[in-house]
């Protein structure tokens, strides 16, 4: 009973740190997320003087018009929709790379 004790101990925390991670990773790329939904949407800019980087540029933008809450609007509906898909593919993984290893 103790093994499989372990074993459900070990799913559940495979799938926080799955979950974990792919919060973690959304965080990071929802900025950029939000510039490539808008150049989409809107386009190239137009008329503008963008010196550098059109990411760059995007991003100042956001942040003079928008603030900070702007860099990361979408992130929540991403991580409600993402956060079961992250947790049962990390602990797939795991489960399969501990079946497929051998040891010897």
Not at 21 to 29: E, L, P, Q, S, Y
Not at 30 to 47: A, E
Request: charged share 15%; net charge positive; glycine share 10%.
């Amino acid at each position: 009973m103790a093994a499989d004790a372990h074993g459900h101990h070990s799913i559940l925390c495979n799938a926080g740190a799955g979950a974990a991670a792919g919060v973690i990773a959304a965080t990071f790329v929802s900025p950029l997320d939000v510039i490539k939904t808008r150049l989409q949407v809107h386009g190239l800019p137009k008329n503008e003087n963008v010196r550098g980087s059109i990411v760059v540029s995007s991003l100042q933008k956001i942040f003079h018009k928008e603030g900070l809450r702007g860099m990361y609007r979408g992130l929540s509906p991403t991580i409600l929709a993402l956060l079961p898909n992250w947790a049962v593919y990390f602990t797939i993984y795991e489960q399969l790379k501990g079946r497929l290893s051998t040891d010897g």
